[in-house]
Every structure is written in C-alpha cells, then in structure tokens.
C-alpha cells in the first residue's frame, strides 16, 4: 500500500502479487488438480519457479491459494514442493496467516469497518477474499489486538455477518485504532525497493524522494544493483537537490530540467 501510495476505499492485493511474481519469475497457473489440492508451489533443479492453482474453485478462494504458495517463496521455507495438504505444519500455517494478511491488511479492516462502515458482504467483494479466510481475518485482528475472550469475538464476528449489532465490531475495532495505525505507520520501504518503483513512473528519482541519495556510500552500492544508473545534483539558492536516472531511458539535459523544475518547488 505504501509503496502504490493506494488508499483502503481502492486496495487490492493484486500490485504487490503481480510485482512479486515478476520479480521472482514465478509462473503461475490454473490448473485441474486433484480434489484435495487448492494448491501447488514448485522450485525444480533448474531453479525455477511455479504456483498452480485449482481452476475449478471459485476466484476469491483461487486468490486465497494463490497468496498462500507466494508465501513459502517470500518467506523461505524449505522445500521444494509445497501442496495444500499438510496445513498443520509450521510453514503450511505461516503461508495462511501470510495469505489473509496480504488479503486483508488489519488497516484496511480498520478503514473498510469503521471508517467507511462496509458489511461482510462488502468486504467479500472489494478484497476479493473467501467467507472463511475473511472470518479468521478478523479474528486474528481482535484476538491479537483486543483483550475480548474467544466466544465473544465469535459473537461479534457471527452478528456482523448477519448484520446484527454491526456496532459491535465497529466498537471493538476502535478500541485497537491506535495500535493498528502505529503498526502501519512504522512499516519503512527500503530504499533500493522505492526506487525501482519510482524509476518506472518518471525520469529522475531525487533525495526529495529517497534521502539516501545524499550519501555516497549508498550511491556505490546502488551502482552494483543499477549499472545503468546516473548520479548528479543540482545547487543553487544554497540548496543541494542530489538526483539519478537512467541513463538508457533518459538523457542528462532531461534529467537537469527535471531536478531544475524540482529544485525550484523545493525552495518556492
């Protein structure tokens, strides 16, 4: 969401599934499994990767699967093959708890129920989420967060899908606002992932941007994962603007307009 800059009222776990499959080199794919497999991730010994998918299960529980065996890529388990029947192990268990989170991110839970009001069956349809993964979303959301017993965040859960008492789980959801708005608020996009973002929407990323920039140090490294990076800056007005481009996709007098026009908002 960060890095997107996407608002709750839009969010989709689609840009970072897409961004992290293209940069993985996953290949993912329906196919006709067996019954008891929604899933199937595979790295052979050539290192390649796949995810496959059950194409007779309805979208939001493909998509459920599809953010399940991303996780055991991101997260590093061991292994080679993964499948959707062990779900009691350790990893099996990470690979959901990472799916629903990806799904439905605990500050758009906050955002879609308390600020925007949104009923179960909203949430279904905008977060394209299956009915069990989004109930054992927001139970992990209030078990975690909140000092409610089991049974009462059952109820609450159970009334807000049968929109009873739809003020219930707003109050509980409230109760955690802060803590949920802290958490989100200290999650930092690294550097060298902000920026390869920003260089496919404009010409020149800026220290106004990324203020590492400013320090030469990062700039060597960042040369070893960009070759066809260029460093400058502009001074003027007793203000350094510290800039990069790429230099097959732009030229240097494009870059200095660009820092020039952006030096000029920086100081007027």
């Known amino acids: 969401m960060k890095l997107n800059d996407s608002k709750v009222d839009s ?42 998918y059950q194409a007779t299960h309805h979208r939001n529980r493909q998509n459920f699967t599809k953010c399940h065996e991303l996780a055991h890529f991101l997260l590093d388990h061991d292994g080679y093959i993964f499948t959707s029947q062990n779900e009691d192990t350790i990893q099996e268990i990470e690979a959901n708890i990472f799916a629903g989170i990806l799904l439905a991110p605990d500050i758009v839970l906050l955002g879609k129920i308390v600020y925007h ?89 800026t220290s106004i941007d990324i203020e590492e920039l400013a320090d030469t140090s990062f700039i060597e490294n960042l040369k070893k994962t960009y070759p ?18 790429q230099s097959d996709k732009t030229t240097a007098e494009q870059a200095l307009k660009s820092a020039k026009d952006v030096h000029f908002n920086m100081i007027f």
Do not use: C
Not at 134 to 159: F, G, P, V
Not at 172 to 177: L, T, V
Not at 228 to 245: C, D, R
């Open 117 to 205: 009001q949104k009923n179960f069956q909203e949430l279904l349809s905008e977060l394209e989420i299956s009915k069990d993964a989004l109930q054992i979303r927001l139970k992990q959301l209030l078990s975690y967060h909140t000092r409610l017993y089991d049974d009462e965040i059952t109820l609450i859960i159970q009334n807000y899908i049968a929109r009873k008492a739809p003020d219930d789980i707003i109050k509980a959801i409230k109760q955690i606002e802060k803590a949920i708005i802290e958490e989100y608020q200290s999650v930092t996009i690294p550097p060298l992932e902000l920026i390869s973002h920003l260089l496919k929407q404009k010409n020149i990323v």
């Open 11 to 52: 969010y989709s776990y689609h840009s970072f599934f897409e961004r992290q499959i293209t940069r993985l080199d996953i290949l993912v794919m329906p196919h006709n499994l067996h019954n008891d497999l929604a899933g199937l991730s595979v790295k052979d010994k050539f290192n390649r990767s796949s995810i496959s």
């Open 228 to 245: 066809n990076i260029e460093y400058s800056f502009y001074f003027n007005y007793g203000k350094t603007l510290y800039y990069i481009y």
